[in-house]
């Protein structure tokens, strides 16, 4: 297994550019279940993550090439309907496989993802949505199975109790799709990745209205069609680019983004005293004058970020004063706390809200990551600690951020990757 190491202080400089979303390439590689015609997916970010979703896809029937950012999916002769444990056990997304092949196949098996760090993680809504269109479910030895000689438009209320939930609107609206009549969403997710996915199906010949909203119709239709699709840039990688310019007290142009999904963030960050300058589709991030404590609570989109919430606690670590930041999506999302507390960071957790007393210096120290947006966390902590910091277990940030060493290293910074 393999640690990174950062040896801390440097401000970064310089231009980085921004990889396609995890967030939307899984279900639309999901999406393409749905049809037996060959799919074209561009700007597709080269992910442990990414790679999971190809080899579900193969192992459901579908030939799957991965190069240079485009990935090829066509159809073989030999359709499964079972979606493994050993794959799907490995990460949550893949779990909306689901709703495509049930839609497809009349018959979908797919194992229960199971619990992660970040929390419990249920999939209530998922089957909820998927029967109230007239599958048969069963849950047994672990799988999730679900029959239909043919699915029925209805309407679906997927509200949870933390709100809308992302793969779950997924699920729902990808087995709608082919379903006979109309299907309305309410309570639907409206995370631009949800948005990126309807805008994948419209391509394939879906007829959806009012993704992006928390009211999604969708009319059924009798098949799909093969498509070209890019995916749009990765909010989260450059939310976390953005703050390694601010705790580095650095200068950093971020390319390939849409500023029009960073408001709640840069909202934030410019009340913690970020000068923020946007052209097209960069954006130029450093720092206006000193840092300001913020709080903040992490809440479904428009809101302000969970997967962000671990990077702002790093910077807030740093900011004189108390900041308060309130987690609302996964109210067990804090193992980052105990590790930024190990490189002398003064964090408290109080239930769902981490009281953070800004200190002058972190100091390196070797932290463990937990998950994929803790290890960010850690990163950009050991990018402003004096001395050298190591995280391990780094396959998490792997999941999740497409090259990220080389990234931080053409800004600037000194990391690099070392075996444990
Ligand atoms: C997606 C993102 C993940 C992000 C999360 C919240 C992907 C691949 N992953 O995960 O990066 O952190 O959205 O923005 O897009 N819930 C239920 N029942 C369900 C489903 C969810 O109670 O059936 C709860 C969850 O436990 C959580 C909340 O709803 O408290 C939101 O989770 P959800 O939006 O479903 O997260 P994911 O879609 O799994």
């Not at 297994?1 to 950062?6: A, G, N, T």
């Not at 899984?26 to 597709?44: F, H, K, M, S, V």
């Not at 799957?64 to 066509?74: H, L, N, Q, R």
């Not at 790093?314 to 996964?330: A, D, F, H, N, R």
Request: net charge positive.
């Amino acid at each position: 297994m393999d640690k990174l190491v950062i040896e801390g202080g440097i401000k970064l400089k310089g231009e980085v550019t921004v990889s396609g979303s995890k967030n939307a390439v899984l279900p639309i590689l999901a999406a393409t279940l749905l049809t037996d015609e060959p799919c074209i997916i561009r700007n597709a970010p080269a992910l442990r993550d990414t790679n999971t979703m190809l080899k579900i896809l193969r192992s459901l029937g579908k030939n799957a090439e991965f190069d240079k950012g485009i990935v090829f999916i066509s159809s073989t002769k030999h359709a499964n309907f079972i979606a493994d444990y050993k794959l799907v056990s490995t990460m949550r997304a893949s779990f909306c496989v689901l709703g495509p092949m049930l839609a497809k196949l009349k018959k979908a098996k797919v194992s229960l993802p199971g619990g992660c760090i970040i929390g419990v993680r249920p999939v209530d809504l998922h089957l909820k949505g998927i029967k109230s269109l007239g599958a048969d479910i069963t849950v047994e030895s672990g799988y999730v199975l679900a029959k239909a000689n043919y699915l029925k438009g209805n309407y679906v209320y997927l509200g949870g109790v933390y709100g809308s939930s992302v793969l779950a609107t997924d699920n729902v609206m990808m087995a709608a799709t082919l379903a006979r009549g109309r299907t309305v969403i309410e309570s639907a997710a409206c995370e631009p990745e949800v948005a990126d996915l309807a805008e994948f199906l419209i391509k394939m010949g879906a007829k959806i209205k009012g993704h992006g909203t928390p009211t999604i119709e969708i009319e059924g239709v009798k098949q799909l069609r093969g498509a070209e699709h890019t995916i749009i840039p990765d909010r989260i990688e450059a939310g976390t680019m953005m703050l390694a310019a601010l705790i580095t007290k650095g200068d950093i142009t971020i390319k390939n983004i849409r500023f029009e999904h960073l408001g709640a963030l840069i909202d934030k960050l410019d009340e913690a005293g970020a000068s923020v300058m946007k052209t097209d589709s960069s954006i130029r991030m450093r720092l206006k004058n000193k840092l300001n404590a913020i709080n903040v609570t992490t809440l479904p989109y428009p809101g302000f970020p969970t997967d962000m919430q671990a990077q702002i606690m790093s910077l807030m670590s740093v900011t004189p004063g108390i900041s308060v930041i309130t987690e609302k999506i996964y109210p067990d999302r804090f193992m980052h706390v105990a590790e930024l507390n190990r490189m002398g960071a003064r964090i408290q957790r109080e239930g769902p809200h981490a009281i953070v007393e800004g200190v002058k210096q972190l100091s390196g120290a070797p932290v463990m990551a937990s998950d994929l947006r803790a290890s960010a966390c850690l990163v950009l902590a050991g990018l402003v600690a004096s001395g050298k910091n190591s995280v391990s277990r780094i396959y998490h940030l792997e999941r999740g951020y497409e090259n990220i060493e080389e990234k931080l290293r053409g800004l600037g910074a000194k990391i690099w990757r070392e075996k444990e």
